[in-house]
């Protein structure tokens, strides 16, 4: 079993939808999460950390269950440029592992 | 952006050869990290570093090595190429201290071995 899982992808969504991204982990002392952005061909970007009461930037939410071990990215609005891969990313003991990525493409 | 540069953008090398790819960081943070990416796999750790001449072991090590001596110069050698390390490699750093912000990638190397 993968230590990030996410959903497989691609996303093929209609500008202005709203798309969720779902991830689990399965070390329960992971410290810390992240969403990461990768364009094609560059390198992975932190698009957010993500808080256990859930936050927020712009039209992006993340949400964490340490619970259940899961983390989600919502993005309302969906632009053009939101196309992209999005990797969901867990910090355990100061080393980042990361989930494959889910690919995005927003269509006009 | 972050001072981070990786060096060569992109190189083809033949089986069996050595190479050294390059990551060079002017924040002098303590920590630096070699990451391969391949289809279906994402990001895996190869050897990470946490400090001069301090480096560990990651996740997919075999058939690397690496080298820190000096804080800005993180060296990632591949002893004898072989066609299973083609791929895309990203170093990476972050700040001392906790990890609140995540790490910062430089550009990535794109190597073919042929």
């Known amino acids: 079993r993968k230590e990030v899982e996410q959903d497989p992808g691609p996303f093929n969504v209609p500008e202005g939808a709203t798309v969720a991204f779902n991830c689990t982990y399965s070390?329960?002392?992971?410290?810390?999460f992240f969403w990461y952005r990768q364009d094609c061909r560059k390198e992975p970007k932190l698009l957010m950390s993500?808080?256990?009461s859930g936050n927020e930037d712009g039209r992006f939410t993340a949400q964490l269950n340490r619970a259940s071990q899961y983390i989600s990215l919502l993005i309302r609005d969906s632009k053009l440029s939101d196309s992209a891969t999005y990797l969901c990313?867990?910090?355990?003991?100061?080393?980042?592992?990361f989930g494959q990525g889910t690919e995005l493409s927003v269509k006009p | 952006d972050a001072g981070i540069t990786q060096s060569p953008r992109h190189k083809v090398t033949e089986t069996g050869t050595p190479v050294t790819l390059r990551c060079h960081q002017t924040?002098?943070?303590?920590?630096m990290y070699w990451y391969r990416q391949d289809p279906g796999h994402g990001l895996r750790l190869i050897h990470y570093?946490?400090?001069?001449?301090?480096?560990d072991k990651g996740e997919v090590s075999d058939g690397y090595s690496v080298s820190r001596s000096k804080t800005e110069d993180f060296l990632l050698t591949l002893e004898s190429a072989t066609s299973s390390q083609t791929s895309v490699y990203f170093c990476?750093?972050?700040?001392?201290?906790?990890?609140?912000?995540?790490?910062?990638f430089g550009s990535g190397t794109r190597l073919t071995v042929v």
């Open positions: 990476a750093i972050r700040p001392d201290g906790t990890l609140v912000g995540g790490y910062t």
């Open positions: 070390n329960s002392a992971s410290q810390s």
């Open positions: 993500v808080y256990s």
């Open positions: 990313v867990v910090n355990q003991g100061g080393k980042l592992i």
């Open positions: 924040e002098n943070h303590r920590y």
């Open positions: 570093s946490y400090g001069v001449k301090d480096t």
